[in-house]
């Protein structure tokens, strides 16, 4: 078998499995907004909070779409050595996608529905930064999958990050919690 057949029936088996992960999850959704509609239940999320999570997505996009034209210079050049590793690239596109539209949903106050009323509901997006800490660590002591440090650094500049939004967030709120009160 040719190595043509193999990246072909490789890729089609991959689309396959991503079809056959998304395909219930997207039925499940699809059968729960319906019964929400029976129900007469308002939506999770408003209008306003869906554009703030689609202008995400489109800042994400680019955020991505940057960092892998960024990587692929790098890598033709072979400047660093790092820049070869698939997974390390895919690891790092992923905690940058997830970062820029994590964090620019908690600055439009879009990242939790609004129906949520607990104070702290955004600091949730930390406990995937702690996620992606364990999995990209790249040391002997932990479960690390990756070659190099680079998704490592990544978690870490996503989790300092997001904790400096979410503490900016926390303090405006404050703020605007003490000018009401007369």
């Known amino acids: ?64 779409l940057g960092l892998l034209i ?40 879009a990242f939790v529905p609004w129906k949520d009323k607990r104070k702290d509901a955004d600091a949730s997006a930390l406990m995937y930064c702690w996620m992606l800490l364990f999995w990209t660590n790249p040391s002997d002591s932990g479960p690390g999958v990756c070659d190099s440090r680079m998704p490592f650094i990544f978690s870490c500049v996503y989790v300092a990050v997001l904790t400096g939004l979410i503490i900016y967030k926390m303090r405006k709120r404050k703020s605007a919690e003490v000018e009401e009160a007369p």
């Open 1 to 64: 078998m040719s190595e043509e057949t193999k990246t072909i029936i490789t890729v089609a088996l991959l689309v396959f499995a991503a079809a056959a992960w998304i395909w219930p999850l997207a039925l499940g959704i699809h059968l729960e907004q319906e019964a929400r509609k029976k129900r007469n239940e308002p939506p999770q999320f408003d209008e306003r909070q869906r554009l703030a999570q689609l202008r995400a997505g489109n800042r994400a996009l680019y955020a991505l």
């Open 70 to 109: 960024i990587w692929t210079i790098l890598d033709h050049f072979g400047w660093f050595s790092w820049t070869g590793s698939i997974l390390d690239m895919t690891l790092c596109g992923l905690i940058l996608a997830w970062g820029v539209w994590a964090s620019d949903c908690i600055l439009h106050d």
